[in-house]
């Protein structure tokens, strides 16, 4: 399947006034310029003329293959953020043009980028080119091989595309959210203190798997590879969450990355108690932990409450580093409890509520909106003879 760039730009000298419109196709393979096009408008807005920009950009993209994804770059916050779906159209000379581009490809193969004026200065040339015209031109030019050669593409450029790719985010048409970033959290494998069910966070001895966590490990191993979806795999950096990733990414052929924020709360001088121990050593302490998220334990661990205000900016994080893509994250108890819990905006007693097997997956689904689906929770059916 091919992919296109397209840069798109309007500009009005007035607003409303004179006014005009200028779109490149480039392939994102090569950077190289395959198609420019430029038309003066007559008299509208600014916005009007960026979408009609957007408009022929599609359209010429969509004239050399159809069957194409497509990422799109324009300088106006405002197309980007309401084609993207989180901004509503409210304008009403806008929303017929925004509807008609979304139209052009179907939903979830086109994204969006808001990049700075000064990586749009080939876009913003035509619709200058455009506006000085006065009407008396207009042009859809398809280039040649040997023209792109000749100096439209550049290290700079392919270095734009690459960049484009990389920090792509999804773009939907306003009535399609388009494909989430869809979160399975997998807890990781049995240690030697999760049969004792000890309190084991980020400041204790971080014990590695257990014979039966590696067990467990290989099964969820062999589960997600029986479901084919996992794109990416990002990991805990505690040597227990290491390991379950690792049995993952051997069986998937992926490269695991480790991310800081997914781990585990730190207990404090809880670390390798029981419950009954803590609730012996620590009652006081242990009584207003379970009632205020703001309370830390023991010595100085993390309140429910930092740990959520950890979750919540790695999920956004992640959320737009893998927008449209499947990514097993392989973390422990309290944080997939939390992303549940922010998904679902349950007060934060509800973490005492759920259920969190060793090697359990949970899945979670974000969309452009900002609103989130709870779709699996502790599930262990892969671990079962």
Do not use: C
């Not at 590696?214 to 969820?220: L, V, Y």
């Not at 379970?290 to 919540?312: K, N, V």
């Amino acid at each position: 399947m091919r992919e296109f760039i397209v840069e798109a730009d309007g500009g009005s000298r007035g607003n409303p006034g004179p006014a005009g419109y200028g779109s490149v196709v480039l392939d994102a393979a090569t950077g190289e310029t395959l198609v420019e096009t430029y038309e003066y408008l007559g008299v509208v807005t600014n916005n009007v003329a960026e979408y009609r920009g957007l408009l022929a950009g599609l359209r010429a993209a969509h004239d050399l293959d159809p069957a194409a994804t497509v990422h799109v770059r324009m300088d106006s916050k405002l197309v980007v953020e309401q084609m993207s779906g989180r901004w509503k159209i409210k304008h009403p000379d806008m929303k017929p043009l925004a509807l008609e581009a979304g139209r052009v490809f179907p939903p979830g193969r086109v994204t969006y980028e808001w990049i700075p004026r000064e990586r749009n200065k080939h876009a913003d040339r035509l619709a200058n080119e455009a506006m000085d015209s006065g009407g008396s031109a207009s042009s859809v030019r398809k280039l040649s091989s040997a023209e792109s050669a000749s100096g439209v593409t550049s290290a700079k450029a392919e270095a734009d595309v690459r960049a484009a790719k990389a920090v792509a985010s999804p773009g939907w048409a306003p009535a399609d959210m388009g494909a989430p970033a869809t979160f399975v959290l997998l807890r990781h494998g049995e240690t030697p203190l999760t049969p004792q069910k000890r309190f084991s966070g980020s400041g204790g001895t971080d014990p590695s798997l257990s014979e039966t966590g590696r067990e467990q490990a290989r099964r969820a191993a062999e589960a997600l590879a029986a479901r084919g979806t996992i794109q990416h795999i990002v990991t805990s950096p505690l040597a227990r969450t290491r390991e379950t990733a690792a049995a993952v990414a051997d069986r998937l052929g992926i490269e695991v990355t480790v991310e800081d924020g997914l781990i585990e709360t730190d207990f404090g001088a809880w670390e390798g108690l029981t419950f009954g121990e803590v609730r012996e050593r620590y009652p006081d302490d242990l009584t207003t932990w379970l009632s205020d998220p703001e309370a830390q334990p023991t010595g100085g661990g993390e309140s429910f409450a930092a740990t959520a205000t950890r979750i919540a900016a790695t999920r956004d994080k992640l959320v737009a580093a893998y927008a449209g893509r499947t990514v097993l994250l392989v973390t422990h108890v309290t944080p997939i409890k939390t992303f549940v819990r922010l998904a679902l905006g349950a007060p934060p007693e509800s973490l005492f509520r759920m259920e969190l097997s060793a090697a359990s997956m949970s899945v979670v689904a974000y969309y452009a909106d900002g609103n989130a689906s709870v779709r699996l929770l502790n599930d262990t059916s892969h671990l079962r003879p």
